[in-house]
Every structure is written in structure tokens, then in C-alpha cells.
């Protein structure tokens, strides 16, 4: 009886389960069928035998990677270029869309809503190469500014001290405007009758922000917040990858990048493997330990 329910639900509804079979398609073949794979960070993998029919050797990968001497290295230098992203990054989203919100001339709002939000369009490697000439010690703009005032030239991406902030500020310059937009729709969503009770109790613009727009965007707030400690060792590939040279290695070196490296370049797959394994983990259980934080703090979570 439940079944044939089942199918005549089914067969009313067919086209809202045909659009959502497409995404649930793609998340199983290209996210959960290929976890079936992360079984060679426990396997001498060899192309010649394959996945399922190389050598079993425990977790030998996972010990070499921490007896390894660069392993606290790439370690904090991941945890705190993502922290230093993820702190710096947090507000600015939720400033701008409280300003931007405050603005009552339409046209303004409006150019700079598209100011902000072009950036998020433009891709990694221009971005990157755009930083690479501006900071540039003999064309760049930076050091020509500088030298108005008499500061000499600056090697700015062959400094490590200069590489985390480089690379946070540009990609804060790149997707500020594409995270206010969250936060924008949030406060769409607030009850217009809290600022007319506000007006009538004489409250000022900030009273305002304070009591009812910040109240009305925090369970959204906490969740970016959430999914962003959750991923906080899972800092962008790319924009590191491509701002690393030589002499900034010291900094710029993470353990996606270190990934890259010894996966593909010295086609270790096992040892690249067990890193990222390892390195999901570590992402899992802060996600896990920071919703129910969250849960507790503010009643708002992923779960």
C-alpha cells in the first residue's frame, strides 16, 4: 500500500523529481562515488595493479606525512592564512550590505552595488596577474606611488611577511561584493513593521542597525560563519598556487598546494591522497564542533 503511494506521489509530481534528479546526479557521480577512491591513502597505489588490486599498507602514508619536517609548516600556514581570511573577510560583507541598505538614493545604491559585485567575475589568474603588475618593484603602481614619497622600491611578492596579506586583501577586493548580496536579501526579509516600531520609539539609524538589522541577518551570518570554519583548512588552490614563487615559499606553501605537488608532479597519489584525507578530516570535525557551538550560542546552525 505505501509503495503504490509512493509511486502515484511519484508520478503527480514527476517533473519537480526529474529537476531534482539532475543535481542529485552530479553530486553522487562527481562527489560520493569518487570517495570510493580515497582507499589508495591506504595503498601502495600502483597504476599496473589499480586501485582495489594495490598493495594494502595501513596508514603508512598518514605517518609519513607527520613525521615529514615540513608538516607543522604547511599546517599553520594553512590554518592561519584561512583564519586571517576568514576574519578579515566575515565583516566587511555585513558592513557594506548594512550601508548599502542605509542608502536612499537608489542610482547610488545601485553603482556601487555594481562596483563591488564586478570583481567577483573577473577569474583567479587575472586577478593574480593584475596584483603581479601593480605590485611589481620596477612597473608596478604600488612602488610608484611610494616613490612620490621618497620610499624605496618594495619587492612585495618576494617578501613571505607580505604574501598573507596580499592574498587576503585581493580576494576580500574580489568577493565582498558577491557576499553582501547574502546578506542584502537577508535584510529584505525583515519585517518592515520592527522599523516602524523603531521610528515610533525615536530610535536613530544606528539604534536601528543595531536592534533590528543585525537581529534579522544573524541566523544567516551564523551560518556563513559555520561553512567557513568548516572549510578554514581548505584555502583556494589557485589564487595561492599562482601568487608562490621561490623566495615567498616560506608562507605560501599550504597544504593544497604540497597536494598538487607530490599528487601530481612527483605522482605520489597515495601520499597525496592520504594529505587531503586527512586534511577533510580536519575540516569535518571543526564544521561538527562549530555548529553545535553555534546551536547553542545563537539557536542557529546547518543542522
Not at 607527520?66 to 555585513?94: C, E, K, Q
Not at 575540516?283 to 550560542?297: D, G, P, Q, S, Y
Request: hydrophobic letters at 55%; proline letters at 4%; a positive charge.
Amino acid at each position: 500500500m505505501a509503495t503504490s503511494t509512493r509511486l502515484r506521489r511519484i508520478r503527480r509530481n514527476w517533473q519537480l523529481y526529474l529537476l531534482v534528479a539532475v543535481p542529485v546526479a552530479y553530486f553522487a557521480i562527481f562527489k560520493y562515488i569518487p570517495m570510493a577512491n580515497a582507499v589508495i591513502a591506504f595503498k601502495d597505489y600502483s597504476v599496473l595493479d589499480g586501485i582495489w588490486g594495490s598493495e594494502w599498507v595501513g596508514f603508512r602514508h598518514f605517518r609519513a606525512f607527520f613525521d615529514n619536517p615540513v608538516f607543522w609548516t604547511l599546517v599553520s600556514n594553512t590554518f592561519i592564512l584561512s583564519a586571517y581570511f576568514l576574519l578579515a573577510s566575515f565583516p566587511i560583507p555585513i558592513i557594506l550590505a548594512l550601508a548599502l541598505n542605509e542608502v536612499r538614493r537608489g542610482f547610488f545604491q545601485r553603482t556601487v552595488q555594481l562596483v563591488t559585485y564586478a570583481p567577483y567575475f573577473i577569474s583567479t589568474v587575472v586577478v593574480v596577474s593584475m596584483t603581479i603588475l601593480i605590485l611589481s618593484p620596477s612597473v608596478g603602481l604600488a612602488n610608484d606611488a611610494l616613490g612620490l614619497f621618497g620610499i624605496p622600491s618594495i619587492d612585495f611578492l618576494g617578501n613571505p611577511d607580505y604574501f598573507r596579506h596580499i592574498y587576503v586583501w585581493s580576494d576580500i577586493w574580489q568577493t565582498a561584493g558577491y557576499s553582501a548580496v547574502v546578506y542584502m536579501a537577508a535584510l529584505a526579509g525583515v519585517d518592515p513593521g520592527l522599523y516602524e516600531a523603531a521610528r515610533v520609539d525615536g530610535a536613530s539609524r544606528l539604534q536601528k542597525i543595531i536592534h533590528v538589522d543585525l537581529p534579522g541577518i544573524m541566523p544567516t551570518a551564523a551560518i556563513i560563519l559555520i561553512l567557513g570554519v568548516g572549510n578554514i583548512m581548505a584555502v583556494g588552490f589557485e589564487k595561492a598556487f599562482l601568487l608562490q614563487n621561490p623566495l615567498n615559499l616560506s608562507k605560501s606553501e599550504i597544504i593544497a598546494t604540497y597536494t598538487y605537488k607530490t599528487g601530481l608532479l612527483n605522482a605520489d597519489f597515495s601520499q597525496a591522497t592520504a594529505v587531503g584525507l586527512f586534511n577533510s578530516a580536519v575540516n569535518l570535525v571543526l564544521l561538527i564542533v562549530v555548529n553545535r557551538v553555534a546551536k547553542r550560542v545563537s539557536g542557529s546552525g546547518l543542522w
